[in-house]
């Protein structure tokens, strides 16, 4: 009995943790209005894949349209992109909507610089509804950068806003597009009106009394 409670809290405490080392969270945007909403993107890993899905939060307002920029830390390039239910799946080959062409130091959204990219040049729509799966070109592990982020992608939404997101730091940055303007709350906009009528008034009764 004793052995067996053991067996169970050593894979408690040890297969877990290996098990949750596959998957990432991109939560981090450079759009203020965009951290406020808790959307973020879901990423999982296999040895010579990572596949990644957009996720609403809890106070979203947009629908998100596609995703159409991916930035991830590594030396290893991407051959095949594809899309499918399940992070991983190759079901179907969107290889041609994306651009293959990228090497280098290339940044994105403040998030500091990144070994390998991706762009797509089609409509973006994969990666929201279903698992955005890169095939690479051979095993690869993710390092940090220097704003300590692993991967970085653009998220396009209606009404023209759109976010860069991470797992990193970055300094945000308003977008109006993406809602949360400054709107004046009534009550200052009727202190103001009174008080230019007080205003008015009281240059009538100056004006009659001089007279």
């Known amino acids: 009995m004793i052995k067996t409670l053991f067996k169970r809290f050593f894979l408690i405490c040890c297969i877990i943790p290996f ?34 899905q957009w996720q609403a939060g809890s106070s979203n307002g947009l629908q998100a349209l596609g995703i159409d920029t991916v ?14 239910g399940t992070a991983g799946a190759q079901t179907t080959d969107v290889t041609s909507d994306w651009n293959l062409n990228f090497g280098g130091t290339n940044g994105g959204g403040g998030f500091g610089s990144f070994l390998s990219k991706k762009n797509l040049e089609g409509g973006g729509t994969q990666g929201i509804s279903n698992f955005l ?41 308003s977008n109006g597009n993406c809602g949360g303007e400054s709107v004046p709350e009534p009550t200052p906009l009727v202190l103001l009106a009174i008080g230019l009528g007080l205003l008015g008034l009281s ?3 100056w004006t009659f009394a001089r007279t």
């Open 19 to 52: 098990s949750q080392a596959n998957a990432l969270m991109l939560d981090s945007w450079n759009v203020t209005q965009l951290n406020a909403s808790g959307d973020y993107i879901d990423v999982t890993f296999g040895s010579n894949w990572f596949s990644m």
């Open 71 to 84: 930035f991830y830390n590594s030396s290893v390039t991407v051959s095949n992109v594809y899309t499918g």
């Open 133 to 173: 799966t890169f095939l690479l070109n051979g095993s690869s592990t993710l390092a940090a950068n220097a704003n300590g982020a692993t991967m970085d992608a653009h998220v396009r939404y209606e009404q023209s806003c759109s976010g860069w997101v991470s797992d990193g730091r970055t300094d945000p940055e």
């Open 203 to 205: 240059r009538k009764v």
